[in-house]
């Protein structure tokens, strides 16, 4: 950690380093785990956040789920399933979008009795 930055520098460092993020995402030029992988690091080597504090966000389980659910909408994307689904879905809203609706409001509520509800909201 490098104790370069005062008790009132820290805060700009923090708002430099965050709007330096908004900029990576919108241009997409680094895949965003990258870009917030290394904004960590970064405010962990110039001392802006704490390393407990650090420490804190992977004890939480809703990163690791929402983890867990980029690694497995890897998997359905790369085997072809997402489109197949996605596919199914398109043509019955088409004709029947209030079932389609319903079925996803279904599964939402199912799916928030066992996961934690960030992940379930960002699906």
Known sequence: M???LTPDTAPVAALLIVVAMFALFVSERLPTEVVAMSAAGLMLVTGVLPQEALLGVFAN???????????????????GALSYLSRRVADQGEARPRAVLAALAGFVIVASAFMNNTPVGVM
């Not at 389980?61 to 994307?77: D, K, N, S, Y």
Request: net charge neutral; no cysteine; glycine share 10%.
């Open 2 to 4: 490098i104790d370069l």
């Open 61 to 79: 389980p809703a990163p690791w789920t929402i983890a867990a659910m980029f690694i497995l909408t890897g998997g359905l994307v790369r085997t």
